[in-house]
T-cell receptor
Framework: QQQVKQSPQSLIVQKGGISIINCAYE??????FPWYQQFPGKGPALLIA?????SEKKEGRFTISFNKSAKQFSLHIMDSQPGDSATYFC?????????FGGGTRLMVKP | KAGVTQTPRYLIKTRGQQVTLSCSPI?????VSWYQQTPGQGLQFLFE???????NKGNFPGRFSGRQFSNSRSEMNVSTLELGDSALYLC?????????????FGSGTQLSVL
């Protein structure tokens, strides 16, 4: 049973545009929600994370919006750049483990 | 500061064989976790160790096992390999495994089972 659902699977955005990736979770026991960025041939790298008692967190061009009642959270990438082209994973944490969404392959066109 | 080191980088095995993968965490990190990444199933949690104790285990068959040594280095073993075990195996480390700690991933070991 996939406990974290991520959409879309792929996304093409023009340089300077906004990239939006959405995730939904089922288990209310999750207590931390990180986003990871992965480039080909590399392991995932933490981008930004949020606790469920916070509705929004911004770090530079990256913003997480969190809706606890709807059990949904999203990543917004402002002013998207070609260097942002990568696969993005949302995740939910509990009991020393991460449950990942299926991933979104983002391509930012110059 | 060196990152998480995984060896070997690539591995080719045949069905029925067993394999051992190694992970050296960042110095000072005592929590090590393992994940399997495949195109079909995505990233799936295998297990997590802290101070040589397994604190959590994912939904994988008993053929998948791991251990952690006193220096925090970790190994995972897969016995009686199946074609479906072909995957990128990722190791990650953090200081204690607490929820808000940054988790650092290695580049993985790409296992191909023929």
């Amino acid at each position: 049973q996939q406990q974290v659902k991520q959409s879309p699977q792929s996304l093409i955005v023009q340089k300077g545009g906004i990239s939006i990736i959405n995730c939904a979770y089922e288990n209310t026991a999750f207590d931390y929600f990180p986003w990871y960025q992965q480039f080909p041939g590399k392991g995932p790298a933490l981008l930004i994370a949020i606790r469920p008692d916070v509705s929004e967190k911004k770090e530079g061009r990256f913003t997480i919006s969190f809706n606890k009642s709807a059990k949904q959270f999203s990543l917004h990438i402002m002013d998207s750049q070609p260097g942002d082209s990568a696969t993005y994973f949302c995740a939910a944490s509990m009991m020393y483990m991460l449950t990942f969404g299926g991933g979104t392959r983002l391509m930012v066109k110059p | 500061k060196a990152g998480v080191t995984q060896t070997p980088r690539y591995l080719i095995k045949t069905r029925g064989q067993q394999v051992t993968l190694s992970c050296s965490p960042i110095s000072g990190h005592r929590s090590v976790s393992w994940y399997q990444q495949t195109p079909g199933q995505g990233l799936q949690f295998l297990f997590e160790y802290f101070s040589e104790t397994q604190r959590n285990k994912g939904n994988f068959p008993g053929r998948f096992s791991g251990r952690q040594f006193s220096n925090s280095r970790s190994e995972m073993n897969v016995s009686t390999l199946e074609l479906g075990d072909s995957a990128l195996y990722l190791c990650a480390s953090s200081t204690t495994g607490a929820i808000n700690e940054k988790l650092f991933f290695g580049s993985g070991t790409q296992l191909s089972v023929l």
